[in-house]
């Protein structure tokens, strides 16, 4: 099996709620994903999805009843922090791990997509480079911008990534490919939920590190 498959994300309710407890199972398997890439200059995004995920557990331990949704916390630290918000706690954490998942989201699909550089059909910078820009480029300043144009020249080869997403097991590309479509389809969806989240309740916030 594969590293996503082994860790599906399960189908949305029709409300398109987010169950807390079952999300924080899923998204904990992913920072492994960054693991893929191989260079330590992706290490920078695992640890922030690291930290984002170990901030929202923190709350939602805190009282899991109260916690049921991912909303049910947006909504409780709204009305908790007043003008602070949503610069603040949970709020935050997820602010930015949803932009950390559409990364992957982004460079998932593309692969899937069969976007690739002619020249170069066994690079995947193409598509992180996509993911990157659509992503996560316009919340990060210069100097950040400088380390993931310096990550893309280590990206690794497609054959080798998909091997890494494989498990080391060697697996038929167009195989592995259809393994990626078919964890996109449920991650999709939560990660559009979340986004749609963020902005009926106004909680999405513009500013660069």
């Not at 904990?28 to 893929?36: E, G, K, N, V």
């Amino acid at each position: 099996m594969s590293l996503l498959l082994d860790n599906q994300f399960k189908e949305l309710p029709p409300d398109k709620s987010v169950d807390t407890k079952l999300f924080l199972e899923a998204v904990s398997h992913l920072p492994h994903f960054f693991d893929c890439l191989g260079s330590t200059v992706f290490s920078v995004i695992k640890s922030d999805i690291n930290g984002n995920i170990t901030k929202i557990r923190a709350v939602y331990l805190k009282d899991p009843a109260k916690y049921v949704t991912l909303q049910d916390i947006l909504e409780v630290e709204r009305e908790a922090h007043g003008a602070e918000w949503p610069k603040v706690g949970a709020t935050l954490a997820l602010m930015w791990l949803k932009r950390g998942l559409r990364f992957i989201q982004i460079l998932l699909q593309s692969l899937v997509d069969g976007e690739r550089d002619e020249n170069n059909p066994n690079l995947i910078r193409i598509n992180i480079t996509k993911a990157y820009e659509q992503a996560l480029k316009r919340y990060h300043g210069w100097i950040v911008q400088k380390i993931f144009s310096t990550a893309l020249y280590a990206a690794p080869y497609k054959s080798n990534f998909l091997k890494a997403l494989s498990k080391g097991e060697e697996v038929k590309e167009e195989d592995c490919l259809a393994n990626v479509h078919h964890f996109l389809v449920n991650y999709t969806a939560t990660v559009d939920a979340i986004y749609e989240m963020f902005t009926n309740l106004n909680a999405e916030l513009d500013y660069t590190v």
